[in-house]
């Protein structure tokens, strides 16, 4: 299912911690910089929105970033297994979860040094049309990146893997200023009225030059049964 207003998105916060920097963990939250364990190598990536499947909490991040059965580490601190990951190189789906510890998870989005927001709420595909204004908080350009979406759930060329994606939503930059290599999986969302954040997906790339796209969040948790 995919996060929701209530019964998908958790309800405490925990140990009343300020976190300083986007590799201070523990509490988890969207917007951290992890590293997941490969073979003679790690990809660092960021983490995405908590969620929830069958009363366990869950971690997101992009699917490209590690197969299941990969570490996830945030600093120096082990966080868990990645769970389950689906990346399609052809398009369509490119995301993971992992499952959090037990006391570590909170509903919210590291925005910058001592500053988070609460997630209250999500996005279906059908809501994230031509013209609304997202953001991300990438974790390794440790950034708040924001634009206004020009294509919604659709497809692009994607120049530097020479082939077509798909279920992609893309905002241009602003002045120049977008996401980078490493980004991946950081929570793409909306600021709200109240000064909560609604979900809206999670960053899939850049083309590094003009553009920085997302999968929707109905996508990636339908996939994956959550």
Request: proline share 3%.
């Amino acid at each position: 299912m995919v996060l929701g207003l209530d019964l998908r998105l958790l309800s405490v916060e925990v140990f009343g911690f300020t976190q300083q920097s986007r590799t201070d963990y523990p509490p988890y939250k969207g917007g951290l910089v992890a590293e997941v364990s490969g073979v003679g190598w790690n990809e660092e990536c960021s983490t995405g929105f908590t969620v929830v499947r069958s009363s366990v909490y869950y971690g997101t991040t992009s699917g490209h970033c590690g197969e299941a059965g990969r570490d996830v580490t945030i600093g120096n601190d082990y966080l868990s297994r990645v769970s389950t990951s689906a990346y399609l190189p052809t398009g369509n789906i490119d995301a993971a979860i992992y499952r959090l510890p037990a006391g570590h998870q909170t509903k919210q989005v590291y925005i910058s040094s001592g500053s988070s927001k609460t997630v209250s709420g999500s996005y279906s595909n059908g809501e994230l049309v031509v013209g609304t204004r997202v953001c991300t908080s990438a974790g390794i350009s440790n950034a708040r990146i924001c634009g206004n979406i020009y294509l919604g759930d659709g497809q692009i060329w994607d120049d530097i893997k020479n082939k077509w994606s798909y279920h992609l939503s893309c905002w241009p930059w602003e002045n120049g200023v977008g996401t980078t290599f490493g980004d991946s999986g950081s929570p793409v969302y909306r600021t709200l009225a109240d000064g909560t954040l609604k979900a809206a997906g999670l960053h899939a790339g850049s083309d590094g030059s003009w553009r920085s796209c997302f999968l929707g969040m109905e996508t990636a948790m339908n996939t994956l049964n959550v």
